[in-house]
């Protein structure tokens, strides 16, 4: 299942709902935490986020295995992917009303690679979009965190678009 949403609130309930003692849940932007906190102790969580901020406030969270860095980043997924290859879990909420473009390439590559069982998105474009279009009467759908479509296993090579969009991501 692949749940949507804006606000906060919403954001976080879906989140909850859906996890389980003993559940693996990669969160990427996790910011200071304030989700994180709020996820269910009997479970393991890997955060991850960039800001400077978050690297003092995520230490010590119980159950948590943070790393500092830039979820777009090719490196970033491969050493997570060292130390887990799936995960129940994918929870992303990188800016709630930014880029939509960037979050749902994130989620491609996210889940394309852990394929969740259960995928949470906080974007507000993306839920603009998704209220706005008209559907075609094709009925493609997926069941699972992640898209039917993608359904190779691994690390999907590098996406050389971000180099365009994001000049700061190049070495």
Not at 20 to 39: F, N, Q, Y
Not at 158 to 166: A, M, P, R, S, V
Request: net charge negative.
């Amino acid at each position: 299942m692949i749940k949507l949403s804006y606000d906060i609130k919403n954001y976080r309930s879906d989140l909850l709902d859906l996890i389980s003692d003993g559940d693996v849940i990669i969160e990427l932007g996790c910011h200071i935490g304030g989700t994180t906190r709020m996820i269910n102790k009997n479970t393991n969580v890997i955060a991850l986020d960039n800001s400077p901020e978050a690297t003092d406030e995520m230490e010590g969270i119980e159950n948590v295995t943070f790393i500092s860095g830039d979820v777009r980043r090719h490196e970033v997924i491969a050493d997570v992917f060292k130390t887990i290859q799936s995960c129940d879990i994918l929870a992303i909420d990188l800016g709630g009303g930014y880029h939509p473009d960037t979050v749902f390439k994130v989620f491609y590559i996210w889940s394309s690679t852990f394929k969740p069982k259960h995928t949470v998105i906080r974007n507000r474009g993306l839920l603009e979009f998704f209220n706005t279009a008209t559907v075609s009467d094709e009925n493609i759908r997926s069941d699972e965190g992640y898209l039917d479509s993608y359904h190779d296993s691994g690390i999907p090579p590098l996406i050389k678009e971000f180099d365009l969009w994001t000049p700061s991501l190049k070495k």
